[in-house]
C-alpha cells in the first residue's frame, strides 16, 4: 500500500473536467446536451408558471366525477 499515490481533490476534479469536455467533443453528444437541458429549462419555466395552481385541468375533471359520484355536488339540474 505504500506505493500506491492517493490522489488530492483537485485531481480528481481535474480528471473528471477532462472526461466530461472530451465527451462534448463528440458532435451527437454536444447536440444531445443542448437538447437536454433545453429540455430541463422548459420544464422548470412551466412548472415556475404554475406554481400556485391548485389542480391541473385533468386532475380537476377527476375530482369533479369523483364528487358526483359520492353525490357531492348534482349536475341533472
Known amino acids: 500500500m ?3 499515490e492517493k490522489e488530492s481533490s ?5 480528471k473528471r ?3 466530461i469536455f472530451s465527451w462534448l ?3 451527437e453528444n454536444l447536440i444531445f446536451s443542448l437538447i437536454f437541458l433545453g429540455i430541463i429549462i422548459l420544464r422548470f419555466y412551466y412548472f415556475w408558471i404554475t406554481k400556485n395552481q391548485p389542480v ?4 380537476s ?4 366525477a369523483a364528487k358526483n359520484y359520492a353525490g357531492i355536488v348534482d349536475y341533472t339540474l
Do not use: A, F, R, V
Not at 391541473?56 to 386532475?59: I, L, N
Open 2 to 4: 505504500e506505493g500506491i
Open 17 to 19: 473536467k477532462e472526461k
Open 10 to 14: 483537485e485531481q480528481i476534479i481535474q
Open 56 to 59: 391541473w385541468w385533468d386532475e
Open 25 to 27: 467533443k463528440k458532435p
Open 61 to 64: 375533471e377527476y375530482l369533479s
